[in-house]
């Protein structure tokens, strides 16, 4: 109580100086309290209530709140709304985004700000409307309703968004409100803004199939109207809007089969007597909605813009499976886009027959073997890769066709030797669909395979394995082998190491191994069936015909004669096959790391959610992809963080640079979340990676220099000499690796530079903001080229013999010995590592780890010791979290100052072990 009022005889006064706002030197010292961990919560509480009691809410005692909602979110900021509500439109939309997501809005409040003079204030409230905060849906629609008539597009399009949120979170029983809601964005389909479009499209497609929903004998009749309304924007002037038709169409449930054949003729069908046996009213629909849909995934194949050719594609994943005679028809368009000059279309079209294989809707015919097996020797591996999937769930129907996908397989084995285990798989997969078809050709195949072992012709060891490969699948799962010879069995068992990868989904090394042995010398096919002078087969012409020779001698004598080959083959194959491996890595992370400068050239242009939704396509991507040599997962793990951080950059950048809404500095608790975020992860580059190039390094400090800067330009209460100091270390050290190279630096770098040398010379501690504004706009993704010397440090910590379950004992006040294994890759010897030991109180206490103890060399350090925790509490138990962290000293400054601990900040090298330690009782 004493505290609460010891700040009241400063402002008492005069009534003058109660109406005066805090001034910034008051809140850059609250400022301080608030980001020391150390500060008590009475001062955090204190500092909240004289916040939140100002008779003057302002625009930084706003952005001090946010942040103090996310250093200390335990407090909550529930009283701030009404005070600021008396202030102005824009205030109190800066209040209601500092405080918590999810916070009930009254009804009035919610109608003053959506109708303020502000329509910065406006557009906040309808995009966040459900999202930062709750409104009742009764009140919410009518207003969003009436918003799609406002003069402004932006406010117009997030009214609109706002009803496909309000589509999703329930259900609505009026049929009158639901078809005026469809109806009213059916009018905003000719909005003259192409963003509006694109919003009255999803209202289209959310609201529409939610009417026809309401009756399930109209759900068809108004499930044409929707698909109709959506094809018509298949030709509009806006690519945009046409991705998004086409991204509406892969929500349809139902669409009636003429208008769907319609869609892939650009001739309107007349109804003739074809047409008889439809009703009446589906005759009236169909003459009526035909010239809308005539054609229109004709025209999205066959779109300019490879994004619209990709939506088309994807499209068809959802329609092929409501009609089998259309997804007949479709086909033949998607094998037309094989030959498609994108890469992503190609990609996106065989992902379209891989789903439609999966529902049993793709019919491969013989026109289509030539375009269709094409796709297996295509320079791009995603493509390869995407066919290889499809050949391992078809059924092909004809031995031409299985004849063909296995020599074409064989052409892939040999042009891309990067793809053998996958096209193992497929060859597996195939002789399983197949059995009679490999039957048919194991004459042929067992001649070739016989020929190769006994010296007759070069030894094509990955053909070989292929062919072995699809005999043996063939006979799995007790079929009829009574056509593959034991001799075939004998043969895989010699290239066991090879083989076995394409039979891990059904079965282990060891079991692979027992049923191959089994199988070489089963009586089925008789050892007198093959001439092994003559070195042909003869297949079984009776039953019970007798062996003169034992299977088992037939079995001895080829391991015999194989062994030794097998033993130097396997030496060289390994080196082939990681080195192969490498190389598949290395230019797939090429690849995906090619497509970034792209894509941030569209930010520019304001296709940021766009950019996002790409970026979540290759995080799917990488996250597919599992290799463990050679540095393979080096390279996925340095990929991965890049995508996060360039991800989350996008994501700031939207926040301080695009849209409408720039200086209403809303959603400061996010911004600032993603700003620590992205500082975080821009430390992680240098600490958790080494073996950078010159040029590679440059391209990573570039993307720390602009982390630094956009968080300068945030920046507004007080001044961050911190920040203001490791942007100066890190622009000195970019400048001295340009000048090794003899390299001219960026606009963005020169700018920066210049900024620097201004702070420097008049001893601020900031940036002008609009200088800053400047510079950033400048920045632009440099192209980044990974050239495989990459390595990532990481570290394994385990704690044997501890769990949940089971317990280490202590003693209070005494300290407990923790047992601890340590696995280090790639730890430079100058490092200073810590093993981090926290308590949820906040207590932590750190132990410095001497390589010099460790074992091994710098790729791979081990040591296992026994760590002392001395800060037992006066507890029955207590649950410890263990972390091993790398200090990260390229900054050369010393933010952080611990007795005993690290002088700089750590970045951890693994995740946090829970130690679960109990109180020993005296019995």
């Not at 008590?40 to 909602?69: C, D, F, G, W, Y």
């Not at 945009?240 to 208008?259: H, W």
């Not at 391992?392 to 030797?417: G, H, T, W």
């Not at 079929?479 to 079965?507: C, E, K, N």
Request: charged share 25%; glycine share 4%; hydrophobic share 40%.
């Amino acid at each position: 109580m004493d505290d609460t009022s010891e700040p009241e005889p400063e402002t008492a006064p005069n009534q003058t100086q109660q109406q005066q706002p805090l001034s910034l030197h008051t809140l850059s010292s609250m400022r301080s309290l608030l980001i020391n961990p150390s500060t008590p919560k009475r001062t955090v509480s204190s500092i909240l209530e004289t916040l939140t009691r100002s008779p003057q809410l302002t625009h930084h005692s706003l952005n001090l709140l946010s942040e103090l909602a996310t250093l200390h979110p335990s407090f909550t900021l529930d009283t701030l709304l009404p005070s600021a509500a008396e202030s102005t439109t824009r205030l109190a939309v800066e209040a209601l985004a500092a405080l918590k997501p999810g916070c009930e809005l009254d009804g009035e409040t919610f109608v003053s700000l959506c109708f303020g003079p502000s329509v910065p204030a406006r557009l906040w409230m309808l995009r966040n409307a459900g999202l930062g905060y709750r409104v009742r849906p009764a009140l919410l629609f009518p207003v969003l309703l009436g918003f799609t008539r406002d003069p402004f597009p932006y406010v117009r399009e997030a009214s609109l968004e706002g009803l496909v949120r309000l589509s999703e979170c329930g259900e609505f029983q009026d049929l009158g409100l639901v078809k005026g809601c469809y109806q009213r964005a059916v009018q905003l389909l000719g909005d003259v803004e192409g963003c509006v479009r694109i919003s009255a499209l999803r209202v289209v497609a959310s609201w529409g199939l939610m009417l026809a929903a309401f009756n399930a004998d109209m759900k068809v009749y108004w499930s044409n109207e929707v698909f109709a309304k959506l094809c018509s924007a298949a030709r509009d002037m806006s690519m945009k809007v046409r991705v998004e038709a086409f991204n509406g169409l892969r929500k349809m449930e139902v669409v009636s089969e003429d208008i769907l054949m319609q869609s892939l003729s650009k001739k309107v069908t007349k109804v003739g007597k074809g047409k008889e046996t439809l009703d009446e009213r589906k005759s009236e629909q169909f003459v009526m909605l035909a010239p809308s849909v005539a054609g229109a995934l004709v025209h999205g194949l066959e779109d300019e813009f490879f994004e619209v050719r990709k939506a088309a594609c994807q499209s068809l994943h959802r329609l092929t499976i409501l009609s089998a005679k259309f997804a007949c028809e479709a086909l033949d368009l998607l094998m037309d886009m094989l030959n498609d000059d994108s890469v992503v279309v190609r990609f996106q079209a065989l992902e379209t027959m891989h789903h439609m294989a999966i529902n049993g809707c793709l019919k491969l015919q013989e026109k289509h073997v030539h375009m269709f097996l094409g796709a297996l020797v295509d320079c791009s591996w995603e493509v390869r890769h995407a066919e290889r999937k499809i050949l391992k769930i078809v059924k092909l129907n004809d031995l031409a066709l299985f004849k063909s996908s296995i020599d074409r397989l064989l052409e892939n084995l040999q042009s891309y030797s990067q793809d053998e285990a996958d096209v193992f798989s497929a060859f597996s997969h195939l002789g399983r669909n197949h059995k009679k078809f490999v039957g048919l050709i194991m004459r042929e195949t067992f001649e070739e395979v016989e020929a190769a072992f006994e010296g007759n012709e070069e030894f094509n060891s990955a053909r070989i394995a292929a062919l072995l490969i699809l005999s043996v699948s063939a006979s799995l799962f007790n079929a009829d082998i009574g056509s593959i010879p034991p001799l075939m069995f004998s043969y895989a068992v010699t290239l066991l190491g090879r083989i076995y990868y394409a039979f891990s989904d059904i079965m282990d090394r060891d079991a692979l191994l027992a049923y191959l042995c089994e199988r070489s010398r089963s009586t089925a096919y008789s050892a007198a069936n093959i001439n092994l002078e003559e070195g042909k087969q003869q297949l079984p012409l009776s039953e019970g015909d007798a062996a003169n020779l034992s299977s088992n001698e037939v079995m001895d004598s080829i391991m015999v004669s194989h062994i030794m080959r097998e033993q130097k083959e396997v030496a060289n194959y390994q080196v082939e096959q990681n080195q192969s491996l490498h190389n598949e890595v290395t230019n797939f992370t090429n690849y995906i790391l090619d497509k970034f400068p792209g894509l941030w050239s569209m930010i520019q242009t304001g296709g940021t959610n766009e950019v996002l939704r790409s970026f979540r396509c290759l995080k799917e991507d990488l996250a597919l992809l599992k290799f463990d040599s050679l540095g393979s997962g080096d390279a996925l793990a340095f990929t991965v963080l890049y995508l996060r951080n360039i991800t989350l950059l996008v994501e700031v950048w939207e926040h301080l640079h695009l849209g409408p809404a720039n200086g209403l500095s809303s959603c400061g608790t996010v911004l600032e979340s993603k700003l620590q975020k992205l500082d975080r992860r821009a430390k992680e580059f240098l600490s958790r990676f080494v073996g950078f190039t010159a040029e590679e390094e440059l391209n990573i400090l570039e993307l720390i220099l602009v982390t630094y800067a956009l968080r300068l330009y945030k920046v507004e209460t007080s001044c961050l000499s911190l920040t203001l100091e490791r942007l100066t270390a890190i622009y000195l050290r970019f400048v001295s690796i340009l000048k090794e190279k003899s390299s001219l630096p960026s606009n963005f770098v020169a700018e920066l530079g210049k900024l620097l040398h201004e702070c420097t010379s008049t001893y601020e501690a900031s940036c002008s903001p609009l200088e800053l504004d400047k510079c950033l706009k400048l920045f632009s993704l440099k192209q980044f080229m990974f050239h495989g010397g990459i390595r990532h440090v990481k570290a394994e910590l385990s704690i044997p013999n501890n769990d949940s379950e089971h317990h280490l004992t202590f003693v209070s006040g005494l300290p407990v010995g923790i047992q601890c294994e340590i696995t280090l890759h790639n730890v430079l010897c100058d490092s200073r590592l810590w093993l981090r030991m926290s308590v949820d109180d906040g207590s932590t206490q750190y132990v410095f780890l001497d390589l010099d103890r460790f074992e091994g060399s710098r790729e791979v350090r081990k040591l296992a010791f026994v760590v002392p925790f001395y800060r037992t509490p006066k507890a029955n138990s207590l649950k410890l979290k263990v972390s091993i962290g790398l200090e990260c000293m390229f900054e050369n400054v010393c933010p952080v100052q611990r007795f005993g601990g690290p002088k700089h900040e750590l970045v951890l090298l693994c995740k946090e072990k829970q130690v679960y330690l109990s109180k020993v009782y005296n019995d």
